[in-house]
């Protein structure tokens, strides 16, 4: 083999087109944004990412979560709860933050609220039926030390609100998903966790965490299950490729 056959067949083993992680994993409930779903989930994603500058990052990803079994305190029926996201990001690298362009397209084959006997439950607001979202967001990742900020601002075109999350966990909404008219802005969760992650090898993660939810003002109403303070915990294994 001549020395630029050599040269070419080294940089392409010591960068990858792309990179990425698979993840599967349990967890006893499932919030999005501080709202409540389902109980006793299992999940997989997979998500890629694919350098496409030295400074500019594509990314693409995908989620499936169902839950194995929910049981709507006081009616004694049991929630069906689906959801798959297909993600898709552009990333830019500078010397102050990292910013980001995430879209998300989310589908919920049960209906946004699940259903229990093939019926929407939750709610009669017409949100409660949506089968499928898009919301655009706006990142941006600042390591401080040994320790990551996250802000986002999300837009969502489907029910045209908007939703303020940092990733400090209490987020703000506006008119999203929150049903009722008269209380339509606010406070919507503040969520704390604890995490385990576990280096099985160099590629394979295994990572625990216990999680506590406070739904506030926003939320309180229409977590139609967990309306308390609510712990929660979870296992994943996430393997690098």
Known sequence: MGEDAKATTAAAEADPLFTGTATAGFESSYYFRGLWFSNN??????NLSAPLTDKLTLGLGALYTE??????????DNLRYSEYDLI???????????????????????????????????????DA??????DIGLTA???LGSFNLYLGSWFDTKVDKLSL????????????????????????????????????????????????????????GINVNETRNDPYC?????YAF
Do not use: C, W
Not at 67 to 76: D, E, I, K, P, V
Not at 97 to 102: H, K, M, P, Y
Not at 108 to 119: H, K, L, R, Y
């Open 41 to 46: 989930n299992f999940f997989g994603g997979l």
């Open 67 to 76: 839950t194995a079994y929910t049981n709507l305190t006081g009616t004694g």
């Open 88 to 126: 898709g990001s552009l990333s830019y690298a500078t010397d102050f933050a990292t910013f980001g362009l995430v879209m998300t397209n989310y589908h919920f084959p049960d209906t946004f609220s699940g259903e229990v006997n093939n019926a929407t439950t939750g709610t009669a607001h017409p």
């Open 129 to 134: 039926a949506v089968k499928n979202a898009f």
């Open 141 to 143: 990742m600042k390591t």
């Open 165 to 220: 999350v940092p990733v400090v966990q209490m987020g703000y909404a506006i008119d999203y998903y929150t049903f009722d008219s008269s209380d339509n802005e606010g406070l919507t969760h503040i969520r704390a966790a604890v995490s385990a992650p576990y280096k099985v090898t160099d590629s394979l993660t295994v990572s625990a965490y216990g999680a506590y939810n406070i739904p506030l003002e926003t939320r309180k």
């Open 234 to 238: 979870g296992v994943s294994a996430t």
